[in-house]
């Protein structure tokens, strides 16, 4: 399976939605004048990336289901 290349995308897809949390909460930990202006926009980029990660993931088990290699 790591060698398929949409298990990789997907893959990198989540590993995207984590760094972009962890980067939020890390601001939002820290507090002050970078969590004011990146808190809000942190967040909507980590809905924006887990939605596309969740497509993804739908997109490789239908593919998968179907008899896809």
Not at 37 to 51: P, V
Not at 54 to 68: E, H, K, M, P, T
Request: hydrophobic share 60%; with cysteine; aromatic share 10%.
């Amino acid at each position: 399976m790591a060698n398929d290349p949409l298990f990789l995308i997907v893959a990198g897809a989540c590993l995207a939605v984590l760094i972009i949390l962890l980067i939020g909460i890390g601001g939002f930990a820290k507090g002050g004048d970078f969590n004011r202006k990146h808190a809000n926009r942190l967040m909507r980029y980590r809905i924006y990336a887990q939605a596309l990660a969740v497509l993804l993931i739908l997109a490789f088990v239908f593919i998968r289901r179907l008899g896809g290699s």
